[in-house]
C-alpha cells in the first residue's frame, strides 16, 4: 500500500494509532466500517471438493490441505501457480523444506 505523498505535510490529520481512535475522530455522529487490508481474505468456495486444490493450511500452520480456506489473493492469476495445487505433493514441494514432514489435512476425503 503506498501513501499518498500529499498526507505527508499533516501525518495527525491522516493517521491514527488505531481504527477505533480514527473512527471516533471522523465519524463521531455516523457508522464507521472498519476495513483491515492487512488480514488475509478468506474465499469460502461451495462444492470446492468437486476440484480441489491444495494450499499451505491456514488454519494449523503446519502441512498442506485442500479445505477451501485461504486468502483470495491466492486466487489471482498472476499467482495462483505459487499457492495452489494440483496436488497434496506439489504443495509440499513448495513450502515444506526438503526431509521435513508434511502434514496432510484432507477435508474432500472426509465429506465423500
Known amino acids: 500500500w503506498k501513501v499518498p ?11 491514527y494509532a488505531s481504527s ?13 466500517n472498519i476495513v483491515d487490508e492487512c488480514e488475509p481474505k478468506v ?13 499451505f493450511d491456514m488454519d494449523t500452520k503446519e502441512g498442506c490441505t485442500n479445505n477451501s480456506r485461504f486468502p483470495v489473493s491466492w486466487n489471482d492469476p498472476h499467482v495462483v501457480a505459487d499457492y495452489l495445487f494440483r496436488t ?14 508434511c502434514k496432510m489435512h484432507d477435508v474432500c476425503t472426509l465429506h465423500h
Open 88 to 101: 497434496h505433493e506439489e504443495c509440499c514441494e513448495k513450502f515444506v523444506k526438503r526431509g521435513f514432514s
Open 20 to 32: 477505533e481512535n480514527c473512527c471516533s475522530e471522523l465519524f463521531e455522529d455516523g457508522e464507521c
Open 5 to 15: 505523498s500529499w498526507t505527508a505535510h499533516r501525518p495527525d490529520q491522516f493517521y
Open 43 to 55: 474465499v469460502q468456495v461451495d462444492d470446492h471438493c468437486d476440484n480441489p486444490t491444495w494450499h
